[in-house]
Structure formats: C-alpha cells, structure tokens
Nanobody, 124 residues
C-alpha cells in the first residue's frame, strides 16, 4: 500500500521559511516523479513544484521558482519543499503527490498517489 505523509507545516510570519517533507512508502521511490501542490480555502488546487525520477530535473510554477526549492533524497524515500520569503498568500494546505510516469507534471491528473496534506499558515 502506497503512503505519502507530509510534515513540516505550521504557522510562520511573513518573510520566514519552512521546509516541508513528504515521506513515501510502498513504492519504488526513485522511479517516481514527485510533485507539490497547494490549495487555499475556496480556491482550486494549484501546482507548486515537481521533480523527475532518479536524479530529478525540477520544474516550478512561475510565481514560486525564486522562493521555493524542491529536492528529493531517494535513500530516505523523501521529497522536500524548501519555502523562503513566505507571504500571507502562500497560506494553504500543501500536498505531495507521486507519479508512476517518472516525469514531472503540473497537472494533478498525472499523479497516481497523494498525501493528506500539511497546513501552512503565513501571518502578516
């Protein structure tokens, strides 16, 4: 059974940083592409960042690529999202997802497995 478990969310002041983690089990982690998405209250889920299988080429939503960094540690079956210079607009539930294709995608429908999400709240 595949499981993705996010951690690292919380309350932070504007300008601060957080590092989210997503620990995976039940899959051959290195062969999967991983993605981070977020959903704010009353809004649609949006792509944040993706990383390909193996060594992992990366891809970001335009508004986040200067502040966010996605990385993976295959030995630990974990993907990370480093978030810097956080803004109140970054407040959302952040979820990780895994894709069998091994290729990162901005589209949620390309991902096969999802975590439950972790809340990030940025105060002004």
């Amino acid at each position: 059974q595949v499981q993705l478990v996010e951690s690292g969310g919380g309350l932070v002041q504007a300008g601060g940083s957080l590092r989210l983690s997503c620990a995976a089990s039940g899959l051959t982690f290195s062969t999967y592409a991983l993605g981070w998405f977020r959903q704010a209250p009353g809004q649609e889920r949006k792509f944040v960042a993706g990383i390909a299988r193996g060594a992992g080429g990366t891809y970001y939503a335009d508004s986040m690529k200067e502040r966010f960094t996605i990385s993976r540690e295959n030995a630990r079956n974990t993907v990370y999202l480093q978030m810097n210079s956080l803004k109140p607009d970054d407040t959302a539930i952040y979820s990780c997802a895994a894709s069998r294709s091994g290729l990162y995608s901005r589209h949620a429908y390309d991902y096969d497995f999802w975590g439950q999400g972790t809340q990030v709240t940025v105060s002004s």
